[in-house]
Nanobody, 124 residues
Framework: QVQLVESGGGLVQAGGSLRLSCAAS????????MGWFRQASGKEREFVAA????????FYLDSVKGRFTISRDNAKNTVYLQMNSLKPEDTAIYYC?????????????????WGQGAPVTVSS
């Protein structure tokens, strides 16, 4: 049974920072790419960032490039999303997801497992 558990969400003022963590269990974490997605109220879920199995490759949504950083620690079975210079439009529920393979994708249907979500609220 694969489990992904996000933590680190919360309320922050615009311009502030948060770091989301996602702890994985039940599968060989180091063999799979990981991604972060988000869903704002009334909107569809969208891709935010992804990282390959060994951390060697990353990819970002254009609007978060230069502000967000995805990383992973395979020894701790954990993937992170460091979010800096947050904006009100970043407000959403953030989900981590485990890909079906070792290289990342921006497509939701290529991710096999999902966390429960971590709410992030950025006030103006």
């Amino acid at each position: 049974q694969v489990q992904l558990v996000e933590s680190g969400g919360g309320l922050v003022q615009a311009g502030g920072s948060l770091r989301l963590s996602c702890a994985a269990s039940g599968r060989t974490f180091s063999s799979y790419a990981m991604g972060w997605f988000r869903q704002a109220s009334g909107k569809e879920r969208e891709f935010v960032a992804a990282i390959s199995w060994n951390g060697g490759s990353t990819f970002y949504l254009d609007s978060v490039k230069g502000r967000f950083t995805i990383s992973r620690d395979n020894a701790k079975n954990t993937v992170y999303l460091q979010m800096n210079s947050l904006k009100p439009e970043d407000t959403a529920i953030y989900y981590c997801a485990m890909h079906r393979g070792y290289y990342y994708s921006t497509k939701m249907n290529e991710y096999a497992y999902w966390g429960q979500g971590a709410p992030v609220t950025v006030s103006s």
